[in-house]
Structure formats: structure tokens, C-alpha cells
């Protein structure tokens, strides 16, 4: 039991700590791709470009010079959601010519292909399905704590079978076993034995 809720504690984990991140940040640039699709675009150029990283992990960046209202910016972002890769090369090479899309309120914020990516869709499928994956953990830890093992209650001290034994019961919270006991004992009706068993329990010392 221990190396199950053990298991459950680190795909909690996981689920929230990479999934509510990547889900949150998702649905932020969610907004952000769905409004620049109806940006405004004005013509830019590749300025700079260059290759970083080694092997498989090797990428590319670059800079693309774009002017609004007298004013130059520049701008890195291909998309909402996707880093810059080595196929970004072929299309934005230095002195090439790109469309900028920006916003009209903040001209500094721009993207070089608006709407919604795949890589976009991406991100928020892995941040669903991690944050899923966490909560559905989180709900099995709860579940298990509040489900109590019937071998950890505690055991009457008293002999079964006596009013010793009830009020033992009474006093451990196992309220509809002392009300049966004391109907055992002594042939009552329910009320009454659900009245004694309560008086019992009204009469507990209190803790210091």
C-alpha cells in the first residue's frame, strides 16, 4: 500500500509540475495565436541568422528588421508555441523578405506566422494530458486516506458483548456497531439505544 501511494506521490508530482505549467503557458499563447490572426502585417527582412547547438539539438535563430509608423522593431517569434528549428534556415535566411504580423496597440509584438500552430495544439494536449494525469493521482491519494483500514481501528479494551465493550465503541466513533451491541444486551428499540450510545459519547472527558 505504501509503494502504491508512493507511486501515485510522484505522478502527482510530475502531472503538476510539469503539466499546469506547460498547460498555463499554452493557454496563454492560445489567446495570443487566435488574436493575431486578425493583426495587421508589414514587410520585413532577415537580418541576421546563425546555427546553435550540436547534433540533433542543433537549431537556428535569427532576427527580422520590420518598420511601424517610422519606428523599427525586430522580430523572433515564428509562432505561438514552437522554438526556432534548422528548417526555419531555408524560409528566413539572411536578406530574405517575411511578412511581420504585430499588434496595433504594441507594435513590439509581433509573429512571423499568426494563428493557431501545431506545435500550439501540441503543447496543449501535453498540458491536459499531464495535468489529468496529476489530478487523477491527487484524487487516488485522497481516496485512500479517507478510506480507513478496518485492522487500524482500535479494538475495544473491554469484553465483547458488555456494556464496557459499548462504551468503548461509543467512544472510538463506531457508532452503529455500540448501538447494536446495546440492542443485543439489552433488547431495545433503536431510539433508545441510539440514546444511550449518544449519551456516551456526550460524556467523553474532554482533552486537556
Not at 505504501?2 to 499554452?26: E, K, Q
Not at 528548417?87 to 528566413?92: C, I, L, Q, V
Not at 506566422?113 to 485522497?142: D, M
Request: with cysteine.
Amino acid at each position: 500500500m505504501n509503494d502504491t501511494h508512493s507511486n501515485y506521490s510522484v505522478i502527482r508530482l510530475i502531472g503538476f509540475l510539469f503539466g499546469l505549467p506547460i498547460l498555463l503557458l499554452a493557454l496563454f499563447n492560445l489567446g495570443r495565436a487566435l488574436k493575431s490572426q486578425s493583426w495587421p502585417w508589414t514587410p520585413g527582412v532577415v537580418i541576421n541568422g546563425e546555427e546553435y547547438g550540436l547534433g540533433e539539438d542543433q537549431n537556428y535563430r535569427f532576427k527580422v528588421s520590420y518598420n511601424v509608423a517610422s519606428v523599427q522593431y525586430v522580430c523572433q517569434r515564428v509562432d505561438w508555441a514552437a522554438a526556432h528549428t534548422l528548417r526555419d534556415k531555408y524560409r528566413y535566411y539572411v536578406g530574405a523578405n517575411a511578412h511581420v504580423y504585430y499588434d496595433p496597440k504594441n507594435p513590439a509584438t509581433c509573429v512571423l506566422e499568426p494563428g493557431v500552430s501545431g506545435w500550439l495544439v501540441l503543447e496543449l494536449v501535453l498540458g491536459f494530458g499531464f495535468s489529468a494525469w496529476g489530478l487523477w493521482a491527487h484524487g487516488r491519494i485522497k481516496s485512500s486516506q479517507s478510506v480507513q483500514p478496518a485492522s487500524s481501528m482500535p479494538v475495544p479494551s473491554a469484553a465483547p458483548g458488555s456494556l464496557d465493550a459499548v462504551r468503548d465503541l461509543a467512544l472510538s466513533n463506531r457508532t452503529i456497531e455500540a448501538i447494536k451491541m446495546y440492542r443485543n444486551l439489552r433488547g431495545v428499540d433503536l431510539k433508545e439505544a441510539k440514546d444511550y450510545v449518544e449519551n456516551l459519547k456526550k460524556s467523553r472527558p474532554a482533552s486537556n
